[in-house]
């Protein structure tokens, strides 16, 4: 084989997993390469045009602090910004926006482009090149050849994918694009590979909604962003695909707003009549779907008795008339689409400009993979995204991410970071991903989270910026904006500690529950929003997050102890069948890691302590 | 069949034709779908990102005379302006835009997102639907059906299209996307089907670009645009995709610059060392592809006494560093692209983004087209652009707007709109098309023309106008700008022709070749730019256009010769064989047309004409 050049890392595909994994790797001085089916629809939101939400914009929040693009991107990108949950606990708030979905796309390229080491290519990769147990390049559908120390697949759901439309199929990952056999070859080189699907609603054309008789949902203002460093957005809209501009010590934006309206039982009985018409439920799919994501025609037979189902009509971006239905994916033919939006309040006379549909595509089962997201099997195979039973642009960012910094640490022959479950959501998503088998395609929820009470929105940076400057992924700029906050926050406690009124210190007073930020001396209340509230959280609730802390002190204990990779399960006397089957199966890195696998119980874990202070 | 809607006329194919006649068909009143692969890739440019060029830049002038779209989209979002041959002869004067590709893509798809009476949706079209010998509708590849009344066919290089480069191939109307078998079904029905290919240079990162090593070409200032109608381009960039912004009178355009460097011995020898590689000399292509736009194999293999060729490093767009290398057109393996690129000075360094191809697709020769547009065979059913063995977007088009209008005349009842070889390049183009058989890709010369004295771009407003309101395509505010226009060229001839330095009228002295717009008194200076060069030419070649118009008038006599529907060519006696195969088979609706037929002489024609007077 003549190389053309020998990159340190290639990412394959140019999804949400794919460039972070690809930035990532850049940013950390590596030679990198990504390789995407269409160079126009890098990181396209292939669902609803919307980033963050309930857990999902912590995950971004952390992404952000690890040098990630994710959340400037959408602060740059945002036409509607909130803070979901606001007024619950403060473990379930996090930021959401909608973003202009082009936009978002576009100036994503233009980084790329624009990233020193870091070279992308349309081309679609066919075959992997595998030298002993270690990845050396790939090979495209087109015969193009590439060398690489490191490969990071990030596929999504575009392998053998499948798209359904009532009784119809056609190949593609996405409507309108293509699909990719590359599955059979990871099949080849001795990977388990199993089916998924997922559904999109339809999307419509403005113009044809009477937005009048729907309910308007605005963005909050001053909106919620993600990104710490929303000051490099000072170019602003001089940018074409930068929307929102920094300026005057304030971030700008023009929101739109969202709609919201019903369906009706009219609506119902259309989509019950016609159920046996559905691609979902007439069984032609294989794949598992998300329960927790249902499509119209589940929510109509689970929740037989609901009167209605909320629709929340969202733009896809300023200069478009396309709206996407959320709260309607559907996998019904195109004329029962038709006729059941048409009963919907305000939509009695809409044009869809693409249909709902579904889509069943392969995965492979993280089980097979390291915490550092590596294959078990072949050397510097990393896969990040959808393709290990994820679904959602977060949980993909975050492990490409995550990859991406491994697949670069491994040419140097570095150990990966693997963020621990208290850390990080992230470190919950990876760890879940490569202990827990999946039925369905994982979604990130607080619940996941054992720790969410520490796992907050406003403390990602605060959690995980050393650790970003210390992989170095995050630029200079950004570790310096970091250490300034850092002294901001000190300085502050410090202040509230020192000053007093009516005989408390300001810090005793802001532990009371009834007592707010607002509620302290004047000159406290110019500190920047996020700042307050920051501090607010961590001293109102200082007593929970202790005790917090100091159980996930006690479990650190038996979670870091390491599972050497010559212990051989099969050889532990005392171990269950099941979890002996299990451990094999997965071989946790970690005591902590075994103790989440489905089938290992305390026993087990106790047994295996025990062999391991013997030694074997 | 249950149809969901009955429209007037359904386009299929969302490119440059398909686009002009979805909106011409709208505009007119006709309820119209427009259906496209992917709707994020209406009017993408396939190939290079630039409107216009000598005797297209004209087209691109006559399709705005009409009321279609090209023009006014190209000034909107235009990025360098030229005025191309402005010291040759004004036949062969033209404008020419570089283009934001994506820009250019995303501001049509908004309008057609917002056009009264315009549908569009994304689907694949797999059938036809015929009833006796007239269309009646269409199903998609996920089994949807639309009723229409008439469709017009604008597929472009997407039937049965395959992409090669080297040795290898995949389907693939442009590379990324998919291709379509509709080709079969016209066949099917009837339909005569041949082959054609094109090619594309690689797309290279602005990035590793060495600029200081190549010249650089600005654009022209003030901007050469296309439209009559700037002032609509108001409100500018508040529209995201409106780069350039119409204001206090003057037209706001950003330029940047293209750059110009040239091939290489070295060059060459790599070219010419691999020959055997290319998909284009390997023999692998059955499809004949345009000699006029030869690929750098040709190039180098056609002229080999050329000691180099001049190469264009054309930006695709403000916000991309992607640049298109004009003059680059290959279909050598990937690895040799990248070598012989990296032997032009400035592009040592280059990174390929997307590397160059050749495109292989099916087209239906157009002689099987009555001047409308409509196919002789099927009823109804129209094919316009690449579809008919045109190459070019302005070709494509011209042809879009012709038969959307003929298409929507034929519904309502109408006879159709069928432009003259005098009247304009769109008459030439579809005149061309329809009488004689090609043998490569069609593209618009100026030498095509025998009249191109009279076809300039500065008087398309003049020829065209009148039809474009006459057919209902033309908005009342452009008919309104249209109308002041004329009035103020009458008072400027008045002005002319009264006043009087040295005894000769003003009108005298411009006839004078020697004597320029700007040696009038001073009075004239202010004068719309567009419209003193209008008037200088008109004056100064009034003598030749005068003869022009006489040799017009006379040809048209014989042009305007119907030829019935009912005569059968192999009875008239006295036509040599040649000629009664040629005209039994393309069979001409005048006598105009039979003259321009290969193979048909002056002898045949008296012949017929004779044989039209006694009425058979
Ligand atoms: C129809 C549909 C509905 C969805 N619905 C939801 C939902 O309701 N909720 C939700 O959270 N998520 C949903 N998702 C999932 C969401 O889009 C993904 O989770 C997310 O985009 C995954 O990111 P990724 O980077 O892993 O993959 P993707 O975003 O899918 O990107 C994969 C990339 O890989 C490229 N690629 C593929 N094969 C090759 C190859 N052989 N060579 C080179 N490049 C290749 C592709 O071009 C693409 O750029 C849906 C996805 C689809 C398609
Ligand atoms: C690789 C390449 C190189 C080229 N090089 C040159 C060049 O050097 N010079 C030049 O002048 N021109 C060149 N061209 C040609 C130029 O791009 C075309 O002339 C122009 O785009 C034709 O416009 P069109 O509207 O006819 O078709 P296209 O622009 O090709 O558009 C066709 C449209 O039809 C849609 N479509 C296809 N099949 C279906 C279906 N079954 N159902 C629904 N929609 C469908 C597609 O999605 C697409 O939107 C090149 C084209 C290609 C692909």
Redo the contacts between chains.
């Keep these: 084989m ?1 190389w ?1 050049k020998e990159y340190d890392v290639i990412v394959v595909g140019g999804g949400h997993a794919g460039v972070e994994a690809a930035l990532a790797a850049a940013r950390t001085g590596c030679e990198v390469l990504l390789l995407t ?5 890098i990181a396209q939101m292939s669902c609803n045009p919307s980033i963050g939400g309930v857990a999902k914009g912590i995950l971004v929040r952390e992404i952000d602090a690890l040098g990630g693009v994710m959340a400037q991107n959408a602060d740059a990108t945002g036409i509607q910004f909130r803070m979901l949950n606001r007024r619950k606990g403060p473990s379930v708030q996090a930021p959401r926006a909608q973003c ?1 979905k ?2 978002y796309q ?2 994503l ?2 980084i790329c ?2 990233t020193p080491n870091l ?6 990769v066919a075959r992997l090149c595998v030298k002993g147990d270690a990845v050396t390049g790939l090979v495209t ?5 590439f060398a690489g120390k490191a490969l990071v697949i990030t596929t999504g759901t575009f392998l053998r994918g499948l ?1 359904h ?4 199929q ?1 190949p593609g990952g996405r ?4 699909s990719s056999g590359l599955s059979l070859e990871l099949k080849k080189l001795g990977l388990e590979i199993g089916r998924l699907k997922t559904g999109t609603p339809p999307r419509i ?3 044809t909604i009477d937005f009048a008789a729907c309910e308007q949902q605005p963005g909050e203002v001053p909106p919620p962003t993600f990104s710490l460093c929303l000051d490099e957005l000072e170019g602003g809209d001089e ?3 930068t ?1 929102n501009r920094w300026d005057g010590q304030m971030f700008h934006v023009e929101q739109q707003p969202c709609w919201i309206t019903y369906t009706t039982s009219e609506t119902h009985q259309i989509i019950r009549d016609n159920l046996h018409l559905s691609a979902m439920y007439s069984g032609q799919i294989q794949g598992v779907g998300p329960r927790y994501c249902p499509s119209i025609e589940d929510k109509v037979v689970r929740f037989a008795e609901r009167e209605r189902h909320q629709i929340f009509l969202e733009p896809e ?6 709206f996407y239905v959320n709260g309607c994916s559907t996998s019904l ?3 029962v689409q ?1 006729a059941f939006l048409r009963t919907i309040p305000g939509l009695e006379k809409c ?5 709902g ?1 579904a889509v069943e595509y392969d995965y492979c089962p993280a089980t097979q993979l390291l915490p550092s997201l590596e294959t078990k099997q072949i050397g510097r195979l990393f896969l990040a995204g959808q393709i290990n039973g994820t679904s959602g642009y977060e949980e993909a960012a975050a492990q490409g991410l995550m990859a991406g910094l491994n697949a670069a640490r491994s040419v140097r022959g570095e150990p990966p970071i693997v963020l621990r479950r208290d850390q990080a959501y992230i470190g919950v998503l990876i760890d879940d991903l490569v202990t827990r088998p999946i039925r369905e395609p994982y979604r990130m929820f607080t619940a996941r989270a054992e720790h969410r009470l520490v796992l907050r929105h406003d403390n990602a940076d605060v959690r995980l910026s050393d650790i970003g400057s210390m992989v170095g992924s995050l630029s200079i700029r950004r570790q310096t904006k970091w250490l300034a906050k850092k002294r901001r926050v000190e300085e502050l406690l410090e202040d509230l500690n020192e000053a007093k009124t009516e005989g408390r210190t300001l810090f005793e007073w802001l532990r009371r529950p009834d007592f707010r930020w607002m509620d302290l001396p004047q000159p406290f209340h110019s500190v920047e929003p996020e700042i307050a509230a920051h501090l607010e959280c961590e001293i109102k609730y200082a007593g929970y997050i202790a005790r917090e802390r100091e159980q996930i002190e006690r479990v650190r204990a038996m979670e870091d102890l390491l599972l050497p990779a010559w212990l051989d399960f099969w050889s532990v006397v005392g171990l269950k069948q099941e979890a002996r089957e299990k451990l094999q199966q997965i071989r946790p890195a970690t005591l902590g890691q075994a103790a989440r696998i489905p089938g290992v119980n305390p026993t087990d874990l106790a047994v295996l302590r025990i062999a391991l202070k013997r030694g074997a």
Tied chains: 1, 2.
């Design positions: 003549h053309l089916l269409q160079l126009d629809a202009d082009k936009a576009f100036r390229k233009a482009e624009s070279d992308i290519q349309q081309g679609s559908d087109l015969g193009i050849e798209i439309m009532g009784s119809e056609r409507a309108g694009e293509g054309n403005g113009r940018e074409l695909f929307l971006g300023r200069h478009t008339q396309e033919p195109f004329s038709s044009h869809i400009l693409r249909p549909y």
